[in-house]
């Protein structure tokens, strides 16, 4: 099939882009209370970074960098949210579904050195430092175990909200002895301040919410709406010096959000106007004009017919060298300084271009 174009970039006005064409900083700028922002952003460290997910990282660096220049005594950095309960192993015993995740099986070290490796380049080329914590670090917030015993209080109203096939809230723990957890949480009790879990090889076992957060997992929504509170809750604490801002992928904004963070923030209590503000990098899409896809690329023969440099970071530092990402980089930061710009999708054949 070949596809025939002007080679002209239009960027129609609408939407965000009407609104924050050439004032996007200077808006967020102005919804900031603290002198020091943390910008978070967060990823499943299960293959080598695939190609939308390096351009959420860019993004981040390139806002921080942006915010700096505006205010010199503003102080920013990325903090990379690792999410390493995200599965590595699957596994079907009887009718139910378990799993053994990332952090558990170790499968993260085989790519965390390549997500380093960005967040270093990044770093440099944008002068502004990064954290990275895994899920244990997280859960250990102190604001945790009451969201987690009111989502628990109020499931009747979430699980058909956040899990509209199955009506069930998607929170679990790793059995203590071999990993194995309950990928749904379907077999999961709870009794007083206790979550009690079943493991087919070890039979039950119990997690002390108050106390033992850190062994808590979810599932992606649920973790979107965790994440989002305690952001908020760090936003409201006057005893903090930092605020939070999020970064993620263009598909998760729009409906998503509105049904799965505003609405189930809003039942649980707690005040949406208070969330933290959200940034959504902009797709980048196939021919089609359907989302480059992680889980696709690793099927044999998919995206074949592209060059593999567009698939993940080991092929574009491959083939590249560190001037792919720098490259990746400098094209993201200039949405920012031309925000119209960052308010629509980007196909492959336009980074195509970027990465000649």
């Given at each position: 099939m070949?596809f025939e ?6 960027n129609?006005l ?5 609104v ?17 922002v943390k910008i ?14 390096l351009?959420?990282f860019?993004?981040?660096?390139a806002l921080?960098?942006?915010l700096c220049h505006?205010?010199?005594e503003?102080?920013v950095?990325?903090?990379?949210e690792?999410?390493d309960t995200?599965?590595?192993?699957a ?8 799993q053994?995740?990332l952090?558990e ?15 270093e380049?990044l770093?440099?080329?944008?002068n ?7 899920q244990r670090?997280?859960n250990?917030?102190t ?7 009111k989502?628990?209080?109020?499931r009747?109203?979430?699980?058909p ?6 009506h ?5 723990s790793a059995?203590?002895i071999c990993?194995l ?7 999961n009790k709870?009794v ?8 087919p ?11 033992e957060?850190?062994r808590?997992e979810y599932n ?9 509170i305690?952001?908020s809750?760090?936003n409201?604490?006057d ?12 598909d ?7 049904q ?5 923030t ?5 005040s949406?106007s208070?969330l ?5 990098a902009?797709?980048?899409?196939d ?7 992680k ?5 044999e ?15 574009l ?6 001037m ?16 119209y710009?960052?308010?629509r ?12």
């Open positions: 070949l174009t002007d080679g002209k970039v239009y129609p609408g939407g965000g882009s009407y924050y064409q050439d004032s996007l900083i200077q808006y967020m700028h102005s919804q900031l209370r603290k002198k020091k978070s952003i967060g990823a499943q460290p299960n293959s080598s970074p695939h190609f939308g997910t351009e959420v860019c993004l981040a660096f921080a960098n942006m505006y205010d010199k503003l102080q950095s990325v903090l990379f690792m999410v995200a599965p590595a192993i596994q079907k015993i009887g009718d139910k579904n378990y053994i995740s952090r099986s170790g499968e993260m070290n085989k790519y965390i050195d390549q997500y380093n490796e960005i967040l380049q770093s440099s080329i944008s502004i430092s990064y954290q990275v914590r895994g670090e997280f250990r917030h604001s945790i175990p009451d969201i987690v015993k989502v628990i209080s109020h009747d109203l979430l699980a909200i956040l899990e509209p096939k199955k069930i809230i998607r929170i679990r059995c203590p990993g957890t309950d990928k749904k949480g379907i077999e709870f007083d301040n206790k979550m009690i879990c079943f493991c090889k070890h039979g039950e076992f119990e997690v002390d919410i108050d106390t957060s850190y808590l992606t929504p649920l973790r979107n709406l965790i994440r989002g305690v952001y809750i760090d409201q604490d005893n903090l010096d930092y605020e939070w801002i999020r970064i993620t992928g263009a998760y904004a729009g409906f998503y959000q509105e799965l963070l505003y609405k189930t809003d039942i649980l209590g707690y949406v208070k933290p503000m959200i940034l959504y902009s797709l980048v899409t021919w089609s004009g359907a989302k480059l896809s889980s696709l690329y690793v099927n023969g998919a995206y074949r017919y592209l060059p593999s440099y567009m698939i993940n970071y080991d092929n530092r491959k083939e590249k060298g560190s792919g990402l720098a490259k990746v980089y400098s094209e993201v930061h200039s949405w920012l300084e031309e925000s710009k960052l308010f999708n980007y196909s492959i054949y336009y980074f195509m271009e970027v990465l000649k």
